[in-house]
């Protein structure tokens, strides 16, 4: 992980593998960005929070130019206490401590949003990833949900810009369809354009898989091009924090570097700000069918042609990695 005390039990630890951060920043261009798990539990030690591979990590890119996006809290319950639910979003976050942690989620983003506000090497917080507040079975009221989200990024984003006026804020609620082919529950159609209009928010996400091929992503709406349309029709800029592609042999390394080029290329010019790929990997075992991992074949790693894809892109805007592991 790339800044944890500790690896949570309900992570996989072979998805983490021992990192060197600084010898991971030393094979890309200085400037990128990386967007990493800052789950609570990450840094519960002895029964306090421990900072010190959080402070780590933010040394090192700094020395190399780079920036960070800390990602405060997971949807789902991999390595971040219970799954998030509706009733987590209208109130939980206020109140309950998950498995792992010591403070409820919003005292956890007060007392990290309070530490690093003046840190410049934080590119902005990131409130949840792929938040969405389903109900308790999974099924979803859509109403329901958008009124929670709402109010929940109104709530906790809110607090973030009271403490630290350096730093932009993202929910982590997506626009378009996850891979079951569900919209994301309080943000289908028009909500999500509802959603990002929340003063809680500042730069809106959008995760692109499953279409290699398909330089814009998916191609029915809403999709990439709708989520860009919403968001700046609310005067929020877009960042693609998550671009995965698969490849699962050395030989089809190449054309996987040509797919994100011709993604970053066509979404950069269609008004996206950032964009990640999914996600670093500290060793080509990473993509061998054979190895075991939460992430099969998504890794980018030492040597891989995908990393020459930022050297072609370094200005168009924010660029690198989401989850370093």
């Not at 919003?106 to 410049?120: E, F, G, K, M």
Request: proline letters at 5%.
């Amino acid at each position: 992980m790339a800044a944890s005390v500790v690896t949570p039990a309900s992570c996989d630890g072979d998805s983490y593998p021992a990192l060197n951060l600084n010898a991971i920043l030393s094979v890309m261009p200085n400037g990128i960005v990386f967007r990493f798990w800052a789950f609570q539990d990450f840094f519960v030690s002895n029964g306090t929070l421990n900072w010190t591979s959080f402070d780590q990590v933010l040394a090192i890119a700094a020395a190399h130019g780079d920036k960070v996006i800390p990602a405060l809290a997971n949807q789902y319950s991999y390595c971040d206490g219970a799954a998030k639910t509706l009733a987590w979003y209208q109130s939980g976050y206020k109140t309950t401590i998950e498995p792992g942690d010591i403070v409820p989620y919003r005292q956890y983003v007060t007392d990290v949003v309070s530490r690093y506000a003046n840190n410049p090497t934080i590119a902005m917080w990131q409130l949840v990833n792929e938040g969405e507040a389903v109900n308790g079975s999974g099924s979803c009221n859509e109403s329901a949900a958008l009124a929670a989200l709402l109010a929940f990024s109104n709530n906790v984003g809110g607090l973030v810009h009271s403490l630290d006026r350096n730093h932009l804020v993202s929910l982590g609620a997506l626009a378009g369809y996850s891979g079951s082919g569900a919209q994301w529950c309080g943000a289908q159609n028009g909500d999500y354009q509802l959603l990002m209009a929340s003063p809680g928010n500042d730069v809106c996400d959008y995760h692109d898989y499953g279409y290699p091929n398909k330089p814009m992503g998916i191609p029915f709406g809403p999709d990439l091009s709708t989520a860009i349309g919403m968001c700046h029709a609310e005067g929020k800029p877009l960042m693609v924090g998550e671009t995965g592609i698969v490849d699962n042999t050395s030989a089809g390394l190449a054309s996987r570097a040509a797919e994100y080029t011709a993604k970053f290329s066509a979404q950069f010019s269609a008004g996206a700000v950032g964009e990640l790929m999914w996600t670093w990997a500290n060793s080509s075992d990473y993509v061998s069918p054979g190895h075991v991992s939460a992430y099969p074949d998504y890794g980018v790693f030492p040597g891989d042609p995908a990393l020459g894809v930022f050297h072609t892109f370094l200005n168009s805007g924010l660029l690198g990695f989401s989850k370093a592991t």
